[in-house]
Nanobody
Framework: QVQLVESGGGLVQAGGSLRLSCAFS????????TRWYRQAPGKQRELVAA???????FYADSVKGRFTVSRDNAKNTLYLQMNSLKPEDTAVYYC?????????WGQGTQVTVSS
């Protein structure tokens, strides 16, 4: 069965950088669309970035120019490079994959950005 494990979160000062990783297992990674979501306390979960199996990329307006989503199919890994971090980026970040109508979620990794 598909499993997703996020890593790379932590505490960073405003203006700093983090790289999140999402390790995929249990199926053929290259067949899945991949996304990063985040959820801050008191707010609904929002889509941050996505990269489909065909290479189509999406970014939320709030992270454009600062975040870069990528994937390495050979390593079965999804990445989110986060630069110029702001306190408002503080949230739990979740990896998400989808094939056809089935969606899978990771456990989340905490990102905290101090001012």
């Amino acid at each position: 069965q598909v499993q997703l494990v996020e890593s790379g979160g932590g505490l960073v000062q405003a203006g700093g950088s983090l790289r999140l990783s999402c390790a995929f297992s249990g199926s053929i990674f290259s067949l899945f669309h991949t996304r990063w979501y985040r959820q801050a306390p008191g707010k609904q979960r929002e889509l941050v970035a996505a990269i489909t199996r065909d290479g189509t990329i999406f970014y939320a307006d709030s992270v454009k120019g600062r975040f870069t989503v990528s994937r390495d199919n050979a390593k079965n890994t999804l990445y989110l490079q986060m630069n110029s971090l702001k306190p408002e980026d503080t949230a739990v970040y979740y990896c998400n994959t989808q094939r056809t109508s089935t969606v899978y979620w990771g456990q989340g990794t905490q990102v905290t950005v101090s001012s």
